[in-house]
Each structure stands twice: as C-alpha cells, then as structure tokens.
C-alpha cells in the first residue's frame, strides 16, 4: 500500500509525542459519510484547530493511505486514557466511510496497510483489534457486525501476497505450472532449480498436474 506522509506539525496539541512501540493495530471508521470525508479531507481536518486533541495515525479512502504522525509516537484515538494500551501502544487506522467513496476498496487498501504494519512491527493478528476493543464504543461500526469475516480477510489477502510474491521468483514459463503446485501444497517453496521447472512444466502439459 503505497502511503504519503503528511504529518502533524511537532507541537500540536494532538501530536503528543510520547515514543511508542507498537504492539497493536487499532481500526476505526471515521464516523463521516459526507461527500469528500476522504484521506485527503481527514488530513486537512487532523492538521487545523477543528481536531483538538483527536489524532491517529493513519486514513485510508478507496484511492490512498495518509500517515499523519509517525508510528515511533503515540496519538489520541483509542479514548483510553492518557496512560491506556490503547493510546500509547497502538496504531491507528481510520478506515474513511464516505458516500462518494468505494467503502469495498476503502476496506481492500486498509488491510493491505494493515498486513504491512504487522510485517514492519512484527504485529500477530491476535492484536489486530477495533477500537471497540479498548473502551467499548461503537467503533468500525461499519465492521464490527462482520469483525470476524474482516480477519478472516487478513488472513485470505496475507496468503495471496505471499503466494504471489513466491511466484514472483519463478520464471514466467513455467509460473503456471508451479502456481498450481503451490496451491495443492504439494510444494512449499520454489526450488529455483530450472531442471525442477522443466520438468514441472512437462508434467503439467501432460495433464498430470491438477
Ligand atoms: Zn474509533
């Protein structure tokens, strides 16, 4: 996911700067269905005087990623506390909810943010969590009625990156054949041997590969 920095300014009043480490993925909806709530429009409002002391540190549209404050700092979103977990050990991800947007989408690219989060911090999926899980509010709301099948999505979007980017060292002749062992599992890496392609290819032209 590609992401475009655009940080609060040190000093704001939410842009505490308290270090972290990260150890948990919070997920929100920003709570704003209105025509242009998008990334762009929640880094205008997270930057001007409106946000107060609210800050996280991510938004995600249907189109892009904003980092707001950087992720070695903590910032204001779980209502948790000044001291709370929520506040000060994990990062937060606004996914956006506006009615001119691709909510679909909206949710494809944050889990995609999301995965290389965990990749980055060594994050397990057990700490993936909503807001909800810090005070109880309400928060995705979008999600929290289908909270399992967007962890089941991690997990589905995790093995597809990880099986293209094991294709990915495989050449382009035989990348056919070996996907389909790959998904069988009835091998677990590409050899990177080419006798092992060849004959791979060989065999599945045969038909004898399912
Ligand atoms: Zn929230």
Redesign the pocket.
Known sequence: MNVIQDFVQVGAANRPGYPMTSTFITV??TGNSSKGADATGHAAYIKSTYAGTTSWHFSVDDHQAIQHIPTNENAW?AGDGTNGPGNRTSIGVEICENSDGNQAQAEANAIDLIIDLMKQFNIPLANVVP?KHWTG?E??HLILPRWDAFIAAITKRQQERDLAERLAKVPDWARGSVKKLLLNSVVDEPSGDLTFYRVIVVLDRLGLIA
């Open positions: 929100h909806n979103h807001h509010k928060c995705p």
